[in-house]
Each structure stands twice: as C-alpha cells, then as structure tokens.
C-alpha cells in the first residue's frame, strides 16, 4: 500500500541572476539537501530505482527532474559505495536537488507509470521564507529500474584543468589553495570575462615560540585525488600539507 510522507523544506532567499525557472527565480542555482535519515522508509533500497519527479497541474503531467544522491561512507564522499540509500550516523547519503526545479502540487491519485505503489513516497515541499512562494518535488522508488536523471546544467569536471564546467559557469583552481578563473558563461547571461583577479590566503602566528608566515603561493600546494559529478553538483576532493609534514583535504 502506498504511503505519502511530507517533508517540508524553507529556503532562505538569495538574489542570483540567471534563467528563468517556473519556481523562485530569483534563486534559481541553490541546492537542497535531504540527509538520509530523513528518508527512513526507503532505507535500503538500491538508488539505480529512486528517481525524483515534478508536477505540472497546467497539463496533469509528470516529468523527472535532475536530482543526485552522494553516497557517504567511512571516507566522506570517496568511499563505502554500496549503491543503496544508507544513513549511519555521521555517514548520511545526501539527495540533492535546485528548488528552481520542483513543480506544483501533485492531484490525489495521479502519479507517475511504473512507480512501486508498495513503496513510501516522498512528498518535499519547499516554502521561500522571504516570498511563501512554495513548490514541490516527489520521490518514487521503480522496482524495474527509474528514469534516468535529466542533466540540463551540464556539470562536470576536467581533472587536467583542476576546473568545474557547467553550461553557464566554469571554476578553475589554481596549484595551492585559491581559485585561479571564474567565469559566467553566455548561457547565464555572462560574457565569459574571468572575474578574479588573484586570490590571496595568508596566516602569520607562532607555533609555540617561533614565528609563523605562509602563503598561498609557496606553503599550500594542492594535489587532486578524487571527485565526484553529479547532475546537480561537483564534489573536488584535494590533498595539500601544512608546515611541510601535517595533511589536510
């Protein structure tokens, strides 16, 4: 028997300027983020069959949105893959979906063809704390296999180039710590002019007795070891050493 859980979401208004979408436009690139406790009811099930969905009441219909889950094991996002939605404490999957991406309000009894109907479904509501402008998003389990997740922002991640691309941005990292290129893209409405100049880290202290200085430039290089590309979101994993000796990511 199909049972309906709600969760609600309120989103904290932020101007961005970039495509239009059906639903707060004026923060069409902010991420929500589900941790897994909150899905108890579907614990356990493999993610190849969860696929989230949107609304639209002007024609009935439903379509699938771009939504991705990022496993969390023992080492952060880099490790424990197991291919199910899982939620240890401290080690929650994360569901990540843009707000600017959920429809309308789902009509009692029309739901998309294929869905388990002896699986829970999730019911997000999203409600603009600044507006009460709300939307909605469904998760459904398919038994056989969900519809692929579209992939209309074009995230992905050039390992060479140490940079985040997407359809309307791109992010280049420099050797150390900083980001060496920003850039809008014609897509966003951008000119693709890169919008940093330099970016500057410095830290001047003692250890114990001695004096301390480093910066960006000669104490922090950074070596890239692993990422992650979703619909929704890149995760950049980096290895760099304070003082020389001490590793942090």
């Known amino acids: 028997m199909r049972k309906l859980l709600l969760l609600t979401v309120f989103l904290f208004s932020v101007q961005s300027a970039g495509k239009a979408a059906q639903h707060f436009e004026n923060r069409p690139y902010g991420w929500t983020i589900i941790y897994g406790s909150s899905l108890s009811a579907l614990q356990g099930v493999l993610l190849s069959e969860l696929a989230l969905f949107a609304f639209d009441s002007t024609t009935a219909s439903w379509h699938p949105i771009p939504f991705q889950i990022d496993e969390v094991g023992e080492d952060s996002f880099f490790g424990g893959d197991d291919g199910l ?19 309308d309000k789902a009509w009692p009894h029309n739901w998309p063809d294929g869905f388990d109907y002896n699986s829970a479904v999730y019911e997000f509501q999203l409600t603009d704390s600044t507006t ?26 050039d390992p060479e180039r140490d940079a985040v691309v997407s359809r309307f941005y791109e992010a280049v990292f420099d050797s150390n710590i900083t980001v060496h290129d920003v850039r809008i893209l014609s897509a966003a409405g951008g000119d693709s002019v890169d919008l940093v100049d330099r970016q500057k880290s410095r830290i001047k202290g003692r250890i114990g007795w001695a004096p301390y200085e480093a910066n960006e430039q000669d104490d922090f290089p950074v070596t890239g070891i ?20 001490i590793d942090f990511y």
Do not use: C, T
Request: proline fraction near 11%; aromatic fraction near 14%; charge should be negative.
């Open 85 to 103: 939605l899982d939620s240890v404490e401290g080690q929650e999957d994360e569901l990540v979906f843009l707000p600017s991406d959920a429809g």
């Open 132 to 157: 009460g402008e709300s939307a909605f998003a469904y998760l459904f389990r398919f038994p056989n296999g969900a519809p692929p997740s579209p992939n209309p922002y074009g995230m992905n991640y």
């Open 226 to 245: 692993d990422y992650v590309v979703g619909p929704v979101r890149v995760i950049r994993r980096v290895h760099s050493k304070f003082l020389g000796s």
